[in-house]
């Protein structure tokens, strides 16, 4: 039995600098991912989207490891999310369990898409954490407009917030990409059916389409939001208009009485 740990370290890893301070043989790499072959069975799958998914390793040796990787992640997590997920090999069928998945063989590209398809399932907690933490600010302040009638939002908070959903937005966009299948899946077809039996095993696009759904819920209350603070700064700038008008009368009223 092989055992597969995936963590989300940070929100980003710098591969570049990584792969050139770490020495070990790459069995596959890219500007998004690097795969690890540390020798007798044992792999090490680093994602730029900072994660780090482990096969067949001891905790000590996944600690040393996350420890050595520290410098390179960007935006740390305080509160690190993981997942576990078992390998059995050599057997007469492909079957997929609730943590586990049995497979005829044991090819060092199968035991990579296993463990793509379980950091991808942790990188969705991740991001499904982010969206809930918007939407329940997103609530906030929609239960705020209902009570007074008004946004309780200053235009440079509105700001930061937009911002904030912009990104992660980004982040998913460029990071997941749950609905596309690996190269090597293309010409395999045991790779193929593995590859569909994960992703469901692991429910990943109905999980990417909630976390699409909750930003395009955000996204819309915040043109809301950018509509009605643009409303209130225009009829902040008549009142001054008016103000300054009606200033502007007395004066020429006083001068007036002067002469």
Same mark, same amino acid.
């Given at each position: 039995?092989?055992? +597969? !740990?995936?963590?989300?370290?940070?929100?980003?890893?710098?591969?570049?600098?990584?792969?050139?301070? !770490?020495?070990?043989?790459?069995?596959? #790499?890219?500007?998004?991912? $690097?795969?690890?072959?540390? *020798?007798? &069975?044992?792999?090490?799958? @680093?994602?730029?989207? *900072?994660?780090?998914?482990?096969?067949?390793?001891?905790?000590?040796?996944?600690?040393?490891?996350?420890?050595?990787?520290?410098?390179?992640?960007?935006?740390?997590?305080?509160?690190?999310?993981?997942?576990?997920?078992?390998?059995?090999?050599? =057997?007469?069928?492909?079957?997929? *369990?609730?943590?586990?998945?049995?497979? @005829?063989?044991?090819?060092?590209?199968?035991?990579?898409? +296993?463990?793509?398809? %379980?950091?991808?399932? +942790?990188? $969705?907690?991740?991001?499904? &954490? &982010?969206?809930?933490?918007? /939407?329940?600010?997103?609530?906030?302040? =929609?239960?705020?407009?209902?009570?007074?009638?008004?946004?309780?939002?200053?235009?440079?908070?509105?700001?930061?917030?937009? #911002?904030?959903?912009?990104?992660?937005?980004?982040?998913?966009?460029?990071? /997941?990409?749950?609905?596309?299948?690996?190269?090597?899946?293309?010409?395999?077809?045991?790779?193929?059916?593995?590859?569909? *039996?994960?992703?469901?095993?692991?429910?990943?696009?109905?999980?990417?389409?909630?976390? &699409?759904?909750?930003?395009?819920? @955000?996204?819309?209350?915040?043109?809301?939001?950018?509509?009605?603070?643009?409303?209130?700064?225009? %009829?902040?700038?008549?009142?001054?208009?008016?103000?300054?008008?009606? @200033?502007?009368?007395?004066?020429?009223?006083?001068?007036?009485?002067?002469?």
């Amino acid at each position: 039995m092989l055992k +597969v !740990f995936s963590f989300q370290l940070a929100d980003t890893i710098d591969l570049k600098s990584f792969k050139a301070a !770490f020495t070990a043989e790459i069995h596959h #790499g890219d500007a998004d991912e $690097l795969f690890y072959s540390i *020798g007798n &069975q044992k792999y090490i799958y @680093v994602f730029k989207y *900072g994660i780090v998914c482990f096969l067949n390793h001891n905790e000590v040796e996944m600690s040393a490891f996350i420890q050595l990787i520290s410098p390179f992640c960007r935006n740390p997590l305080t509160e690190r999310l993981n997942d576990e997920f078992d390998i059995e090999t050599d =057997t007469h069928r492909t079957n997929f *369990g609730f943590n586990k998945v049995e497979i @005829v063989r044991a090819d060092i590209e199968d035991l990579r898409l +296993v463990m793509l398809n %379980v950091s991808q399932s +942790v990188a $969705l907690d991740h991001y499904s &954490q &982010q969206t809930n933490i918007l /939407l329940e600010e997103t609530n906030y302040h =929609t239960q705020i407009l209902e009570k007074k009638g008004k946004l309780d939002l200053a235009g440079m908070d509105l700001k930061k917030y937009i #911002g904030r959903t912009l990104n992660l937005k980004n982040r998913i966009a460029e990071n /997941l990409y749950i609905f596309d299948s690996p190269e090597e899946t293309w010409e395999d077809e045991y790779l193929n059916k593995l590859d569909i *039996g994960l992703k469901k095993t692991f429910d990943l696009q109905a999980r990417f389409r909630t976390i &699409q759904e909750g930003l395009q819920i @955000v996204k819309e209350n915040l043109e809301l939001f950018k509509d009605l603070l643009q409303y209130r700064n225009s %009829v902040v700038l008549e009142w001054i208009i008016i103000i300054l008008i009606l @200033v502007e009368v007395i004066n020429l009223f006083v001068e007036k009485l002067h002469h």
